[in-house]
């Protein structure tokens, strides 16, 4: 299969204005990206039963998911559902190209909300940039200052809400009221919020242009029945305003400029298929709307594979979307079966090393052993403790309270009057609610 080719071209070598443009893409990227974004906002702070809707807790080594409570030992089912999440971009490019980037990246969501304060607070585009060309008045300094604050608020919640997923944002905002932030989180909290600020408020395109790997690879990904936005040069060209006087066909395309204004990376998609694009759609909105009032068939920018513009059949089922699409679903059964086998009880259960065994007054043999356990959406508040041979003895509690996020270790001593010499094989088994456990160890005894 030919590997697509890609150009890596931009209109604008200094600071790029985006006009703003409504349209149907538009309005289905807002459908797209403000869910998202909302619940991205929501899931740290909303709760059930007091608990986050979803965290991934470091210090307690649990995951919280919508109510179900995972251990740390669960965290290969986030991998699974990672796997399904590259697999599906996958399928989603070689299907429409970087339809991802355009209507639910992070970086482009959140570009699209810098812009939109941008173009509120200091006007359209073309204000925009004739304010810079201009000597610095105070009414524009103003309005620039009201707009960096507005985006440093914007960064500043989007920090404290993703620093939320990890650490319970109530507490967070409890310990920052009264100044006791850890050092770590207060680096974090700043690294989030510049990082936040930059990339979408600053350095925006450039993230797309320079930093994304996806950019670079997209054309192994493509073939030539990918639905990409794309320019239909026969239909377009010869530009109107270019026409010379003895040309006798007259291309839909008046040379107006407006899909370059509107575009969030400053490409002219006239070009053809470019690294940067995100297919974002804004282009083909402009474009639509200058042939709507032209009167003129509406598509001269569309989504189109290069079998179409070629004039060939498009095919949509192809062997590697299939390829795809399979991997994915794999990945996806798999992830929902583990969900289904996720640890409810867990114990760790280990010998001491310094000692290997002590013999007591009584002529007891004895073994020394740390317990920890923790209990994961299992009804149990205690969690018994057993030992087979039965001639082996627990000392120390053999009914240990069990606690959400109580994971410390317990010392344990077993001892036996009828001690087999050397090593011995024993079992210990851990029992709460209907949920048991058996953890094979090794006891000593004098030869």
Request: with cysteine.
């Amino acid at each position: 299969m030919q590997k697509i080719p890609v150009k890596d071209t931009t209109q604008n070598e200094g600071k790029i204005y985006v006009r703003l443009m409504s349209g149907r893409f538009q309005t289905l990227r807002r459908i797209i990206s403000w869910p998202m974004l909302t619940a991205f906002f929501l899931m740290a702070w909303l709760r059930i039963d007091g608990e986050p809707l979803l965290m991934f807790s470091f210090s307690n080594h649990r995951i919280l998911i919508f109510g179900l409570e995972l251990s740390w030992y669960d965290l290969q089912l986030l991998g699974g559902l990672l796997i399904a999440g590259a697999t599906f971009l996958f399928f989603l490019s070689m299907l429409a190209g970087r339809v991802w980037c355009g209507f639910a990246c992070p970086q482009s969501v959140w570009t699209w909300i810098f812009i939109r304060i941008e173009d509120w607070v200091e006007g359209k585009a073309n204000r925009r940039a004739k304010q810079d060309k201009q000597p610095l008045q105070t009414s524009v300094l103003f309005r620039r200052l009201v707009k960096h604050g507005l985006w440093l608020l914007v960064s500043v919640l989007t920090a404290v809400s993703f620093t939320g997923y990890f650490i319970d944002v109530y507490e967070l905002l409890d310990e920052a009221m009264q100044f006791e932030l850890p050092i770590y989180v207060v680096v974090w909290l700043l690294t989030v919020i510049g990082f936040t600020y930059l990339n979408a408020g600053l350095m925006r395109e450039q993230i797309c242009l320079h930093a994304c790997p996806y950019s670079r690879f997209q054309s192994v990904m493509l073939d030539q029945h990918s639905k990409v936005v794309s320019y239909d040069l026969n239909r377009g060209e010869p530009r109107s305003i270019k026409q010379s006087a003895h040309q006798s066909k007259k291309g839909d395309c008046v040379d107006c400029t407006l899909c370059i204004q509107v575009c969030p990376v400053g490409i002219d998609i006239r070009q053809g298929l470019q690294a940067p694009c995100i297919n974002c759609g804004a282009c083909i909105d402009a474009c639509d709307s200058v042939m709507k009032k032209l009167s003129k068939p509406l598509g001269l920018i569309r989504f189109a594979s290069e079998s179409e513009l070629a004039g060939e059949t498009y095919q949509l089922v192809r062997p590697r979307l299939i390829g795809y699409l399979t991997v994915m679903l794999i990945a996806l059964s798999v992830v929902a079966y583990g969900f289904t086998q996720t640890t409810d009880l867990l114990v760790e259960f280990n010998r001491e090393r310094d000692v290997m065994y002590t013999v007591q007054g009584n002529g007891e043999i004895c073994n020394f052993y740390k317990v920890k356990a923790e209990v994961f959406n299992l009804d149990a508040s205690s969690m018994h403790i057993a030992v087979q041979p039965s001639h082996y003895k627990v000392y120390g509690k053999t009914d240990i309270e069990l606690t959400s996020g109580d994971a410390y270790w317990r010392a344990m001593r077993l001892c036996t009057e009828q001690p087999t010499p050397g090593k011995s094989d024993i079992k210990m088994l851990f029992t709460a609610a209907d949920r048991s456990l058996v953890k094979p160890t090794t006891f000593f005894a004098p030869h």
